[in-house]
């Protein structure tokens, strides 16, 4: 492949010496003098020759009869021109030679201000070039900065997607079309216009996107939402009309619109109005969607994690009229994004995918991909020639505890209280009957805050929870709390984070989801965003005197299973202290340890 030239600014540097060193290489050496001086060199015979200009008197030094004349003749002497009516008989006087007719100064009028204009005019258009050429340059705002996909470019299909097998059927219906229409069209089926890709942040929607390139074959134009939005007023709705005049030249073809969330979201909604900049490049959007001409074989692909803060237009039929769910993958389909994953690693034989598998639910496609990158950089860290499945279990605690804090050492009292606090979130657990299985604890500092934590391993993925299951997970929420205020009779700050959770918990219960006697079959609170964890508002949409109500009722739930919480822990008293000593001089068990102190009647 040829090397491009690419402009530096020495370049520039080195240009400009040699255009100075040429051009006091072709200036002349001028002595200017006096007048009076002038007429002393010429009395002195230093001057032969003078050329009268009608400003100026330059005299010449006589040129030797061997020598050569030069191509430049320099004058020795410069001096203005006066009105001496005896200039002429003066010169005459010493056989200086008169030339008295106009000086040709053609050539130096050429290099003294044609060229240096001629070179600056260059390095003018060259830089303006540059700025075209760049991305977002002044010569090319209006511009659409999609960029144009080959099929061979990418090395992404659908079988490099593991699950999500819904989201590829509706996607392989639309790239049939694509390629056999006649097949749809002699019934008269027409395709959708527009599909949006919604989901949470790394299930794979871009992937998606990516697989739909490389198997349709066809032209794939990629741009983020973003890139339409400039400073400059019209610049996105020119490159919208640019992107699909691009895209119906070359139809049938395939439009992807990463993030439409940045472009598409509800008219009316910005701090300054209803006329700014982005909704002009909506309104663009829409009409070019949905416009007088039909965009035969032009597929518009979007993908969003936030659908709720979408302009209703863009969801309607006609425009974006199909909604293709990415969501979290299940246990099977982690299961074959983590063997995708973990093909181009060694791992050993006894490392089974499965179980971590089953250990990361509500893991994202980029989660998981996460994972076996921690896992093979822990292996090479530690030297080790395969992956094993230790590497992974402390990958997984990374990414959920966070950072292994070595540095950071407890005193003994705060190591008592964190293994008690443990100890009791644990013993809670196996003493509930939905509750999760517990498969570690641990009293080694991770994060930023977390001092020990107690993981629990789910049996299945679930999507429903019943009242018994939610107060059930109160309970071991609140099990440290209940561990430390029995055993040593006082409490820590270390349950901060457990009571939040709780408290949200019970929350939800009364405000959302209808589980409380007093208050009601009644949502008072709306989910604000279903992908992300929180929204911006949460509208409140009762009176004070019902959230009172509320406030009443969710601390009751708290008290009341807290009461529960003590009861179980004095019953089983001997295996909190049992357990607590001895995570306390282990500072780690794992689910088969835990078990064996539990004993077999457990």
Not at 170 to 189: N, Q, S
Not at 268 to 293: C, I, K, P, V
Not at 435 to 442: D, F, N, R
Not at 541 to 549: P, R, Y
């Amino acid at each position: 492949m040829e090397k491009k030239f690419q402009f530096s600014l020495s370049y520039l540097f080195i240009a400009l010496a040699i255009f100075i060193l040429l051009q006091n290489w072709l200036s002349p050496d001028i002595n200017n003098v006096s007048y009076s001086q002038f007429k002393t060199h010429v009395a002195e015979k230093k001057i032969n020759s003078v050329v009268i200009s009608s400003t100026l008197l330059k005299g010449y030094e006589k040129v030797e009869s061997d020598k050569k004349e030069p191509m430049f003749p320099k004058a020795l002497y410069v001096t203005p021109r006066i009105d001496d009516r005896n200039l002429v008989e003066f010169l005459e006087k010493y056989n200086v030679d008169i030339i008295a007719a106009n000086e040709n100064t053609f050539l130096r009028t050429l290099l003294s201000w044609v060229l240096p204009t001629l070179f600056f005019v260059g390095i003018w258009m060259f830089l303006m070039k540059r700025m075209g050429q760049g991305a977002g340059g002044m010569m090319t705002l209006g511009k659409s900065k999609a960029k144009i996909i080959a099929q061979t470019d990418l090395g992404v299909n659908f079988e490099s997607v593991a699950g999500q097998e819904e989201a590829k059927v509706e996607l392989a219906e639309v790239i049939e079309f694509l390629k056999t229409p006649e097949k749809f069209t002699r019934l008269g089926a027409k395709i959708p216009k527009g599909i949006l890709l919604v989901g949470p942040p790394g299930t794979g929607k871009t992937l998606l996107a990516k697989a739909v390139a490389g198997e349709s074959g066809v032209p794939f134009f990629s741009i983020s939402g973003s890139d339409f939005i400039e400073m400059f007023v019209g610049l996105g709705a020119a490159r919208v009309r640019d992107l699909f005049e691009q895209a119906n030249a070359k139809a049938p073809c395939i439009v992807f619109i990463d993030e439409l969330d940045s472009l598409g979201k509800a008219r009316g909604s910005g701090m300054m109005g209803g006329h700014d900049e982005r909704e002009q490049t909506l309104n663009q959007l829409l009409a070019e969607m949905d416009g007088f001409e039909v965009n035969k074989g032009v597929v518009i692909l979007a993908a969003t994690n936030r659908p709720e803060i979408l302009d209703p237009a863009l969801l309607r039929p006609g425009r974006f009229d199909r909604h293709i769910l990415v969501d979290r993958p299940d246990l099977k389909e982690r299961v074959a994004i983590l063997a995708v994953h973990a093909k181009g690693i060694k791992l050993d034989l006894e490392v089974d995918l499965e179980i971590i598998a089953r250990r990361t639910p509500g893991f994202t496609g980029a989660d998981l991909a996460n994972l076996v990158n921690e896992a093979t950089l822990l292996a090479v860290r530690k030297g080790k020639e395969q992956v094993e499945g230790t590497e992974f279990e402390e990958a997984i605690d990374r990414i959920v505890a966070g950072l292994e804090k070595k540095n950071r050492v407890l005193n003994e009292t705060e190591k008592k209280t964190v293994a008690y606090h443990e100890t009791g979130h644990a013993l809670v657990a196996t003493f509930r009957k939905t509750a999760e299985k517990v498969h570690k604890i641990s009293i080694v500092p991770r994060g930023i805050g977390a001092l020990g934590y107690t993981m629990q391993l789910p049996t299945e993925d679930r999507f429903l929870m019943s009242k018994t299951e939610l107060l059930e997970k109160i309970d071991v929420l609140l099990g440290g709390r209940g561990a430390e205020k029995i055993v040593f009779d006082e409490i820590t700050t270390g349950a901060q984070n457990d009571l939040q959770r709780a408290t949200d918990i019970a929350r939800s219960m009364v405000t959302m989801y209808g589980m409380n006697e007093k208050l009601g079959q009644v949502t008072y609170l709306q989910q604000a965003n279903q992908f992300l964890q929180q929204g911006l508002f949460q509208q409140k949409e009762f009176s004070d005197q019902t959230a009172l109500l509320i406030d009443e009722e969710v601390r009751k739930i708290i008290d009341e299973r807290m009461v529960g919480v003590k009861e179980t822990l004095v019953e089983h008293r001997e295996l909190l202290e049992k357990i607590a000593k001895v995570l306390l001089e282990k500072e780690a068990l794992d689910d088969e340890e835990f078990k064996a102190l539990l004993g077999e009647g457990v």
